[in-house]
C-alpha cells in the first residue's frame, strides 16, 4: 500500500463529495468528537444540531476539526482533515438568511436532520425551535490518500 499526500484541490474534493464528518471539538483539555451531516459551500461547511454538549463546547472553545473520509477498501481510502472556526447561525441577529441557505443546502441531504436532532433520550415537546444552524469556516485542509500496490 501506498499513501501520500493530497493536493488542497483533492482534498476540496472528497469534502464537496461528502456529506458525514466526524466534528472533534475540545473544552478545558478534554476531545469531544462526534458524528455530523455537514453541506459544503465555498470554504464553509454547514451543519444543523439540537442544542447539547458540541454547542455548549463549541460556543465555550469555537476552534474545531472536521474529518472526511471517502473510502474504497481498507487500502484504497481518503482522508481530509479540515480546522476552522465554529460560528452559529441565529435566526435574529442578521443571520437569517445565511441560515435559510444553510438549511436549503443540507435539506438535500438524505436524512440530514437525523444526526442533529435524534437525542438517545426522550425529548419534552416544544412550541419553540431549539434548532440550532451552524457553519465551520476552514482555515486548513489537508489530507492522505492510499492505494493498493506502490508507485
Given at each position: 500500500?501506498?499513501?501520500?499526500?493530497?493536493?488542497?484541490?483533492e482534498?476540496?474534493?472528497?469534502?464537496?463529495?461528502?456529506?458525514?464528518?466526524?466534528?472533534?471539538?475540545c473544552?478545558?483539555?478534554?476531545?469531544?468528537?462526534?458524528?455530523?451531516?455537514?453541506?459544503?459551500?465555498g470554504?464553509?461547511?454547514?451543519?444543523?444540531?439540537?442544542?447539547?454538549?458540541?454547542?455548549?463546547?463549541?460556543?465555550?472553545?469555537?476552534?474545531?476539526s472536521?474529518?472526511i473520509?471517502?473510502f474504497?477498501?481498507?487500502?484504497?481510502?481518503?482522508?481530509?482533515?479540515a480546522?476552522?472556526?465554529?460560528?452559529?447561525?441565529?435566526?435574529?441577529?442578521?443571520?437569517?438568511?445565511?441560515?435559510?441557505?444553510?438549511?436549503?443546502?443540507?435539506?438535500?441531504?438524505?436524512?440530514?436532520?437525523?444526526?442533529?436532532?435524534?437525542?438517545?433520550?426522550?425529548?419534552?415537546?416544544?412550541?419553540?425551535?431549539?434548532?440550532?444552524?451552524?457553519?465551520?469556516?476552514?482555515?486548513?485542509?489537508?489530507?492522505?490518500?492510499?492505494c493498493?500496490g506502490?508507485?
Amino acid at each position: 500500500m501506498f499513501v501520500r499526500q493530497m493536493s488542497r484541490e483533492e482534498c476540496e474534493g472528497v469534502v464537496a463529495a461528502g456529506d458525514l464528518a466526524r466534528l472533534a471539538c475540545c473544552r478545558d483539555g478534554q476531545p469531544y468528537i462526534v458524528p455530523i451531516t455537514y453541506a459544503n459551500s465555498g470554504h464553509r461547511l454547514y451543519c444543523f444540531s439540537m442544542p447539547g454538549q458540541k454547542i455548549d463546547w463549541m460556543r465555550s472553545n469555537p476552534k474545531v476539526s472536521l474529518q472526511i473520509d471517502e473510502f474504497a477498501s481498507h487500502r484504497q481510502w481518503k482522508s481530509v482533515v479540515a480546522t476552522g472556526r465554529y460560528r452559529e447561525l441565529p435566526a435574529a441577529q442578521g443571520r437569517y438568511h445565511e441560515r435559510i441557505h444553510a438549511w436549503s443546502l443540507l435539506e438535500k441531504k438524505p436524512n440530514w436532520w437525523e444526526p442533529g436532532g435524534l437525542k438517545p433520550v426522550p425529548q419534552e415537546i416544544s412550541g419553540a425551535s431549539a434548532h440550532i444552524f451552524f457553519c465551520v469556516e476552514m482555515d486548513e485542509i489537508t489530507g492522505r490518500a492510499a492505494c493498493a500496490g506502490e508507485l
